[in-house]
């Protein structure tokens, strides 16, 4: 995942360097943006310039979830993803 600073994520193969996908998120300031994706590989979530946190299908890039902007609207620059294990 590489954040394009256009308008928003871009995920490339590691082995052969090929575009996978765009994962949107529009943009105002071009301030670096951290993305995190879960444990399984199949959720991206990535910060924004509007206080949004964009939540994201990985292998097709649409849209799952819109968390609401902070009070502030202030750039969310770090997101990190906590996976919640359950033991039976």
Do not use: W
Not at 20 to 34: G, M, S, V, Y
Not at 35 to 52: A, E, N, P, W, Y
Not at 55 to 72: G, R, W
């Amino acid at each position: 995942m590489i954040d394009n600073l256009c308008n928003g994520m871009d995920a490339y193969s590691f082995s052969s360097g090929k575009h996978i996908a765009t994962f949107h998120a529009p943009l105002d300031i071009r301030h670096a943006k951290q993305v995190g994706i879960d444990q399984s590989g199949l959720t991206v979530i990535q910060g924004s310039d509007k206080g949004i946190v964009y939540v994201a299908d990985y292998n097709t890039a649409a849209p799952i979830q819109t968390l609401p902007p902070s009070k502030t609207r202030e750039s969310i620059q770090a997101v990190t993803v906590r996976i919640l294990t359950t033991y039976l």
